[in-house]
């Protein structure tokens, strides 16, 4: 039975994908330029907004061949809109208008399986056209900053700065 087991984990591994992975740091989050709640706390709203994004570059890091790390250190956060206050002591809301377009500052540096630095930058990346071919159905409150991300990714990859699998 062990044997069986053990067979069938072996079987089941070696379809395995394994991809690139991600590191995200998130320095001095309070003195971002907007990662400010609308209806919800401070520090619920900020861990919500770091996990999506992580998760954001977790994803772009999959595609990645095996074994490359990419490391990331964001050093700002402008998300799309401006929190206001609502009149009559309602909860404040976050209104998307198209001059608040979304902005990330960061480092990062990527390394290949044996730890060698194959690229390194500081990015400033601001999209002014965010409300322009974005979905809002992609399931992810902070779709405009997600497309923002995706968009530098694969301009990475067609400049041949990051490899593909």
Do not use: H
Not at 33 to 48: C, H, I, L, Y
Not at 87 to 95: A, E, P, S
Not at 107 to 135: M, T
């Amino acid at each position: 039975m062990n044997r069986y087991l053990f067979s069938l984990l072996v079987i089941a591994g070696i379809g395995t994908a394994y991809a690139g992975e991600a590191k995200v740091t998130w320095q001095n989050p309070d003195s971002y330029t907007d990662v400010r709640p609308a209806s919800e706390s401070k520090t619920g709203f900020q861990s919500r907004v770091f996990k999506t994004l992580d998760g954001v570059f977790d994803s772009l890091a999959k595609q990645l061949p095996d074994g490359y790390k990419l490391q990331i250190t964001v050093t700002d956060l402008d998300l799309a809109g401006d929190v206001k206050p609502m009149r009559g002591g309602m909860q404040d809301v976050r209104v998307i208008k198209d001059i608040d377009w979304p902005q990330i500052s960061f480092s990062y540096v990527l390394s290949d399986p044996q730890g060698k630095q194959v690229a390194a930058a500081k990015e400033e990346l601001r999209d002014i056209n965010f409300r322009s071919g974005v979905s809002i159905n992609t399931g992810n409150s902070f779709y405009y900053e997600e497309a923002m991300l995706k968009d530098w990714f694969k301009k990475q990859q067609d400049k041949k700065l990051f490899p593909a699998k």
